[in-house]
Each structure stands twice: as structure tokens, then as C-alpha cells.
């Protein structure tokens, strides 16, 4: 990222909805194209935003909390819509755009991640393991509607999986074994 792209941020006013809105466990809706101006700007915001809460003169000067995804629902907006930014090089990242995703296959192996994971509707220490694919193969739709595959593998896996449950009114706590929050640990590698 260039410096004066950097400095011409500006923090997008985005209404991320807590875990406790009922609004998080609805089913998001199949997207038609074309893609509205609205739903394009949102999917711009989106990227800003995540973009920001990873960069430490952001979050910290915003008070944000670092993510690298946010599905349209956690929003409010239930459309199967989900954006995940990835800091793939100190200021550099790659932004995947996921319109209608559906899983066409996944590893046996399962993974974890070690220090837990996180989500920006989640605003509290959680307890426990999710238990994901290793590696997955998606099918989904670029923002002109073109149909695309993509087989994604370790963090960029389980940030899709993570995502994709939104879409399906899922939380990724809703994954942890309330009475044995490490269950099967053992079974699955961490990352």
C-alpha cells in the first residue's frame, strides 16, 4: 500500500451488529445481478474497514478491533455476500469478494486455530477450538456475476468457513463444545 493511499483512508461508518442481534442467525438470501450501487459501495466500505482494523496507526488511533472478515449479515444485511482482506505482506493485501459461495469439497483433515478464533460480532474473550477444514474448494460469483472456483487452504480456509457459517445464521461459537470447550484437540492440527 502507497503512503498516500494510506493517508487517504477514511473510516467507513459501518453498524457491525453484536452477537446477541437476532438478526446474525438469519439465512442470507441468493444474490441477483447486476450488483446494486449500494451493495457495491458496502462491499468498498467493507474492504476499507478490514483493511484499517489490520494496520496498528488505524486501529489504534479508530479503537479497532483487528478482522479480516465481515459477512453482509453481520450488517444486517442478509445477502450472500462476505469480503475477507488478507495482510499477505507487511501494508500488502489481497481482498477475495464472495458472492453465493457453495462448498464443492473439503480435506478430511481438520485444524484449529491455536489462540482461538475471533469475530467482529463477538466482543469478548471465547474459550475453546472450531474445528475446521484443513483445505476446501468453493464455487462462487465475482462482483459481475462470473462464475469462479477457488481452493483455499489453512487461515484463508478457515476465514472462509467462518464467513460461510454467517451466511447460514451460524456463529463460530456455536462450534464450541460448551462442556469440554477442547474437545478432540487432539484429532486436529493446529495453526
Known amino acids: 500500500m502507497k503512503k498516500d493511499e494510506k493517508e487517504n483512508m477514511k473510516l467507513p461508518n459501518l453498524k ?3 452477537e446477541v442481534d437476532k438478526t446474525l442467525r438469519r439465512h442470507s438470501q441468493e444474490v441477483k445481478f447486476p450488483l446494486s450501487k449500494e451493495d457495491k459501495q458496502t462491499i ?3 474492504i476499507t474497514y478490514l483493511t ?4 496498528e496507526e488505524y486501529y489504534e488511533k479508530y479503537n479497532l478491533r483487528p478482522g479480516m472478515g465481515l ?22 493485501f489481497e ?9 464443492l469439497s473439503h480435506s478430511e483433515e481438520l485444524i484449529y486455530v ?9 466482543n469478548r474473550e471465547v474459550e475453546g477450538i472450531v474445528p475446521r477444514y484443513a483445505r476446501m474448494t468453493i464455487s462462487y460469483q465475482d462482483m ?4 469462479k472456483e477457488i481452493r483455499v487452504r489453512e487461515d484463508i480456509s478457515v476465514a472462509f468457513q467462518h464467513e460461510m457459517d454467517h451466511l447460514n445464521g451460524i456463529l463460530f461459537i456455536d462450534k464450541i ?12 492440527r493446529e495453526i
Not at 481482498?95 to 462448498?103: A, H, T, W
Not at 491455536?114 to 463477538?122: D, T, W, Y
Open 16 to 18: 457491525i451488529l453484536d
Open 44 to 46: 468498498e466500505d467493507i
Open 52 to 55: 484499517m482494523s489490520q494496520i
Open 71 to 92: 459477512a453482509f449479515i453481520q450488517l444486517g444485511i442478509p445477502k450472500n455476500i462476505f469480503v475477507i482482506v488478507e495482510e499477505v505482506d507487511e501494508g500488502k
Open 95 to 103: 481482498n477475495y469478494i464472495v458472492i453465493n459461495p457453495k462448498m
Open 114 to 122: 491455536g489462540e482461538g478464533e475471533g469475530c467482529l460480532s463477538v
Open 144 to 147: 459481475e456475476g462470473n462464475k
Open 177 to 188: 463444545d460448551k462442556k469440554d470447550p477442547y474437545k478432540n484437540k487432539d484429532k486436529m
